[in-house]
């Protein structure tokens, strides 16, 4: 039920680039009073960020690498590309090793994949289905009906380097467009901090500390970098900005996600927050977005990439 003077997102991109914010939506019929305006109007001319940066154009704002120097000083040093190129292959090595084309569950409905229903199944319906074989299973954990996720997923790692979790994509399996890696991981991040964990996120380091709310919930996270296969949506940057999260390595860019992780970056405004040693810390609003690309230009992605959404 659209009509010719709907905005078309992508065409609002393209245009912004060039034209600026209120160009774009000048051009677009929107609110022409506001658009040709310089100035923010009242209620956005209180926030910072959107004051110093009203007048800029999109393809300025979307650019990171000024204030990346300031927040993530170990992009720029080998010893930091080289420790997040190792948590990237990791999150590779991950998604190989627990991939399953079921993506639906092992009730699925697979018209493909008739050899690999179970056969010695009771009752003979529903149809169960084995799901993807492996050579070496290891351990005690089953050769099939195993589905942990496909294509998108996500590890997060402390700030001592070590690894809480990780988590995938479960659109499918669960009906729903909003199971994300990065969200479901940061819902998860929370649940642990009320656990006494190695990387104690609400915990002091008193040997006796019992006190689940020493540090504020903004600051429980502030260590924490995901590293996700995919740029982050709307929804994940949103979450993961209201998180605290402290930084975002992605593998490759989504040109659908329009870098709403680099905007929030920069449009956000900073959290002054105490850390568990009572410091007052400067927080960007969203995490610091990261490619993949800038860390490791010269790896090929290439396999990766055809199992990317």
């Known amino acids: 039920m659209g009509t010719d003077r709907d ?94 084309g079921n993506k639906r569950g092992p009730l699925g409905q697979y018209p493909l994949r008739s050899l690999q229903i179970d056969r010695a199944q009771m009752p003979a319906f529903p149809r169960r289905y084995r799901g993807d074989m492996m050579a070496d299973v290891g351990g005690i954990r089953i050769n099939w009906d195993r589905y942990l996720g496909h294509n998108i997923a996500c590890i997060a790692v402390d700030g001592n380097g070590e690894i809480i979790d990780f988590e995938f994509n479960h659109n499918d399996f669960f009906r729903s467009c909003a199971e994300h890696a990065e969200s479901r991981m940061v819902r998860r991040l929370f649940s642990l901090t009320n656990i006494f964990d190695n990387w104690k996120t609400s915990f002091t380091r008193c040997a006796d500390a019992q006190d689940f709310d020493v540090k504020p919930r903004a600051a429980s996270l502030n260590d924490v970098t ?31 996600a329009y870098k709403i992780g680099n905007i929030m970056y920069i449009l956000a405004n900073r959290l002054n927050t105490t850390d568990a040693q009572g410091r007052v810390m400067n927080l960007p609003g969203a995490p610091t977005p990261s490619t993949y690309r800038r860390i490791a230009k010269a790896t090929s992605l290439a396999g990766h990439r055809r199992r990317l959404r």
């Open 226 to 256: 995901l590293y996700t296969s995919l740029e982050s949506c709307a929804q994940c940057s949103g979450v993961m900005a209201l998180a605290g999260i402290k930084q975002i390595i992605y593998l490759q860019n989504d040109f659908s």
């Open 7 to 100: 905005i078309n997102r992508r065409d609002l991109i393209v245009r912004t680039t060039g034209a600026g914010v209120a160009g774009a939506l000048a051009e677009a019929g929107v609110a022409p009073a506001l658009a040709h305006s310089s100035e923010p109007p009242p209620g956005f001319a209180d926030q910072k960020p959107l004051r110093d940066n009203w007048s800029r154009q999109l393809q300025e704002i979307v650019d990171v690498n000024a204030q990346i120097r300031t927040d993530a000083p170990d992009i720029a040093e080998p010893a930091g590309r080289e420790r997040h190129r190792i948590y990237c292959y990791l999150l590779m090595k991950v998604i190989h090793r627990f991939w399953n």
